[in-house]
């Protein structure tokens, strides 16, 4: 067995595809066991694809919520 691939490895993969699929992070927290969401994102290796997804639908719900009021005066 490798050398670097140990039980940690298994946790750290298991909380990061959860996260990626979409999964509720609370519930992701309690998959594993954690008492706080911190220790669970020490756990959590998102690709750059998944966080820049993220950041861009976060980013665009903003502007859309920022938008919103002046749309409607039109």
Same mark, same amino acid.
């Given at each position: ?47 750059? +694809?998944?966080?820049? $997804?993220?950041? &861009?639908? #976060?980013?665009?719900?903003?502007? +859309?919520?920022?938008? $919103?009021?002046? &749309?409607? #005066?039109?």
């Amino acid at each position: 067995m490798d050398a670097e691939l140990d039980f940690h490895s298994l946790r750290r993969s298991y909380v990061t595809h959860l996260i990626e699929a979409g999964w509720d992070p609370l519930f992701v927290q309690q998959q594993v066991g954690h008492e706080h969401a911190s220790t669970t994102a020490i756990y959590t290796c998102v690709s750059s +694809d998944f966080r820049t $997804r993220t950041l &861009r639908q #976060a980013l665009d719900a903003t502007m +859309d919520a920022a938008l $919103r009021p002046a &749309r409607r #005066a039109r």
